[in-house]
C-alpha cells in the first residue's frame, strides 16, 4: 500500500508540474433501444495530459448500467469501466481538430436475472476511434468520437448480459460519443 501511494503522489507531483496541459471532462449518455428492450446509463469522466501540439495521453474511468428485457424478466448489470488511450492530432484549423485515439477498455462487473446474482462478466477492446474536437475557446471545448476499428471480446458472464464479440471497422450509431473538456 506504501509503495502505491508513493506511486500516485509521484504521479500527482509530474501532473501538477505541467498542469495548463492538463484537460478534464468526460461524457454521460442514456440509451433507450425499444426493440431488445434494452436502457442503458455511462457516465464516464476523463483525464489527460496534451504532451504537445500533436499528441495527448489520457483515460476515461466510469460507470454503466444496462437493463435489458421486460419487468417481468429483466436482466441488470452494473459495470466499472477503464479506458486508458493516446490521442494523435493529425489535423487542426483554426478551432477544429481531427484526431485518433488508439487504446483499450476493460469494463467488468456482474449481473443480476430476478435479483439473483449472475456471473461476474468481463469485456475488453482494443482499437482506434477516430474523432473531432471544436474549440470553443481556450478553456472549453467538445470531443466527438465516430466509429471504432479494432476489437472486442468478451467472456461467457457477459455474453449472458448482451455483450458481443468481434472485430472490424464500426460506424454505426453506438460507436458515437460526445463530450465537453475543460483545459486547465
Not at 496534451?50 to 448500467?65: P, Q, V
Not at 479506458?83 to 478551432?95: D, L, S
Not at 449472475?118 to 465516430?146: C, E, L, Q, R, Y
Request: proline share 2%; net charge neutral.
Amino acid at each position: 500500500m506504501k509503495k502505491f501511494l508513493a506511486f500516485a503522489a509521484v504521479v500527482l507531483l509530474a501532473f501538477s508540474a505541467k498542469a495548463e496541459d492538463l484537460y478534464a471532462g468526460g461524457s454521460l449518455s442514456f440509451w433507450r433501444n425499444s426493440t431488445d428492450k434494452q436502457t442503458t446509463i455511462s457516465i464516464l469522466p476523463e483525464i489527460g495530459i496534451h504532451l504537445d501540439s500533436k499528441w495527448a495521453l489520457g483515460t476515461t474511468i466510469g460507470y454503466t448500467h444496462t437493463e435489458t428485457g421486460s419487468d417481468d424478466n429483466k436482466y441488470i448489470t452494473n459495470a466499472f469501466q477503464i479506458g486508458p488511450y493516446a490521442r494523435y492530432t493529425y489535423f487542426t484549423y483554426e478551432k477544429v481538430s481531427l484526431f485518433c485515439d488508439g487504446g483499450f477498455n476493460i469494463s467488468t462487473g456482474k449481473g443480476r436475472f430476478h435479483g439473483e446474482s449472475g456471473d461476474a462478466m468481463t469485456a475488453w477492446s482494443i482499437g482506434f476511434k477516430p474523432g473531432v474536437a471544436f474549440n470553443v475557446n481556450k478553456k472549453f471545448g467538445v470531443v466527438a468520437h465516430f466509429g471504432f476499428l479494432g476489437y472486442e471480446g468478451v467472456n461467457d458472464g457477459a455474453k449472458e448480459a448482451g455483450y458481443k464479440e468481434g472485430f472490424g471497422l464500426r460506424f454505426s450509431g453506438d460507436a458515437m460519443s460526445l463530450g465537453f473538456y475543460y483545459n486547465f
